[in-house]
């Protein structure tokens, strides 16, 4: 008999996740819960979440509690083996944790116990992590600190960004999920306890992180600015309007040059921090769509040389 599964997920990681436990022989995944569905733009068009997308394109019941502390009795009356959750974006009352025989995991997108909550993959280059990786842990009543059933690790590289880092770790989590389901739906594995002193934190970007805070010093900024790409986009204030920064690479030594002094020389668009160049090869002002910096350059961008970013 294969094993009755709920999956909670919302954005594409989810859909991932979604996708490897539809493909598994011995599951039968009986429906997919998901966030609201929210209105965007001026004309307030419904747009669906990716996992509730997937899940209608694949035939599985899809259910969109408001509160799910308070609106989960539908997903109690599937009466679930097994509940697969991954980025679902609410807390999971005690009563579902404690309703399926199997019971609850997650799949985290972080080496718990280190950066627990709704941003890992952000935090992990924004805070200067060399590594990070994905969980596969025992659901708890506290956020993200169940026990551990498996983890892999994932090297960050000097160039990623959150979109790059975001899908290589969907490689690696839809492996180990594939990998670690026999042992879950046959409750073999050992239960390993998170290390209390080792946790650390990465919660959900606040409006104010998007900031670029030009105090970090050189690799702050530019690990923040990286973090930060594509979703939501730092930005630097300009001329009192704001310049969000889509592209960004290393440069050389900027000699006697105040930090956070704007840089446009041969159709390039440069950022000095402590004494040496970021160079920023795709932005977005204000108001405007996506550039190049050349494009910039050549019709918002004049005159902006020398100035000072704040």
């Given at each position: 008999?294969?094993?009755?599964?709920?999956?909670?997920g919302?954005?594409?990681?989810?859909?991932?996740?979604?996708?490897?436990?539809i493909?598994?022989?011995?599951?039968?995944?009986?429906?997919?819960?998901?966030?609201?569905?929210?209105?965007?733009?001026?004309?307030?068009?419904?747009?669906?979440?990716?996992?509730?997308?997937f899940?209608?394109e694949?035939?599985?019941?899809?259910?969109?509690?408001?509160?799910i502390?308070?609106?989960?009795?539908?997903?109690?009356?599937?009466?679930?083996d097994?509940?697969?959750?991954?980025?679902?974006?609410?807390?999971?009352?005690?009563?579902?944790?404690?309703?399926?025989?199997?019971?609850?995991?997650?799949?985290?997108?972080?080496?718990?116990?280190?950066?627990?909550?709704?941003?890992?993959?952000?935090?992990?280059?924004?805070?200067?992590?060399?590594?990070?990786?994905?969980?596969?842990?025992?659901?708890?009543?506290?956020?993200?600190?169940?026990?551990?059933?498996?983890?892999?690790?994932?090297?960050i590289?000097?160039?990623?960004?959150?979109?790059?880092?975001?899908?290589r770790?969907?490689?690696?989590?839809?492996?180990?999920?594939h990998?670690?389901?026999?042992v879950?739906?046959?409750?073999t594995?050992?239960?390993?306890?998170?290390?209390?002193?080792?946790?650390?934190?990465g919660?959900?970007?606040?409006?104010?992180?998007?900031?670029?805070?030009?105090?970090?010093?050189?690799?702050?900024?530019y690990?923040?600015?990286?973090g930060?790409?594509?979703?939501?986009?730092?930005?630097?204030?300009?001329?009192?309007?704001?310049?969000?920064?889509?592209?960004?690479?290393?440069?050389?030594?900027?000699?006697?040059?105040?930090?956070?002094?704007?840089?446009a020389?041969?159709?390039?668009?440069?950022l000095?921090?402590?004494?040496?160049?970021?160079?920023?090869d795709?932005?977005?002002?204000?108001?405007?769509?996506r550039?190049?910096?050349?494009?910039?350059?050549n019709?918002?961008?004049?005159?902006?040389?020398?100035?000072?970013?704040?």
């Amino acid at each position: 008999m294969k094993t009755r599964t709920v999956f909670m997920g919302t954005p594409e990681f989810g859909r991932a996740i979604l996708e490897t436990l539809i493909n598994e022989d011995d599951l039968e995944v009986i429906a997919a819960v998901t966030q609201p569905d929210k209105l965007v733009g001026r004309k307030q068009q419904i747009v669906y979440s990716p996992v509730k997308q997937f899940a209608l394109e694949n035939g599985i019941s899809v259910l969109q509690p408001i509160r799910i502390r308070s609106e989960y009795q539908e997903i109690l009356d599937l009466q679930p083996d097994l509940i697969v959750t991954c980025a679902y974006g609410q807390i999971i009352p005690e009563e579902l944790l404690n309703c399926p025989p199997l019971g609850c995991v997650n799949v985290h997108a972080s080496l718990l116990p280190a950066l627990r909550g709704g941003a890992p993959i952000q935090h992990a280059i924004i805070d200067g992590y060399e590594e990070t990786g994905i969980t596969i842990m025992e659901m708890d009543k506290k956020m993200d600190a169940g026990a551990i059933i498996s983890q892999q690790n994932c090297p960050i590289e000097e160039t990623d960004t959150y979109g790059s880092l975001h899908d290589r770790l969907i490689t690696v989590a839809t492996k180990l999920l594939h990998e670690t389901l026999p042992v879950i739906v046959n409750r073999t594995y050992q239960p390993i306890p998170q290390d209390e002193e080792k946790v650390t934190f990465g919660f959900n970007i606040r409006k104010e992180e998007e900031h670029i805070d030009l105090s970090r010093g050189y690799e702050g900024v530019y690990d923040q600015i990286r973090g930060l790409i594509p979703a939501p986009c730092g930005y630097l204030i300009v001329q009192g309007k704001k310049l969000k920064i889509w592209e960004v690479r290393k440069g050389e030594s900027a000699a006697d040059m105040v930090t956070g002094t704007i840089i446009a020389v041969k159709k390039q668009l440069g950022l000095v921090v402590d004494e040496r160049i970021l160079w920023i090869d795709s932005l977005q002002p204000e108001g405007k769509s996506r550039m190049n910096a050349a494009d910039y350059l050549n019709g918002a961008g004049r005159g902006i040389n020398g100035m000072i970013a704040e």
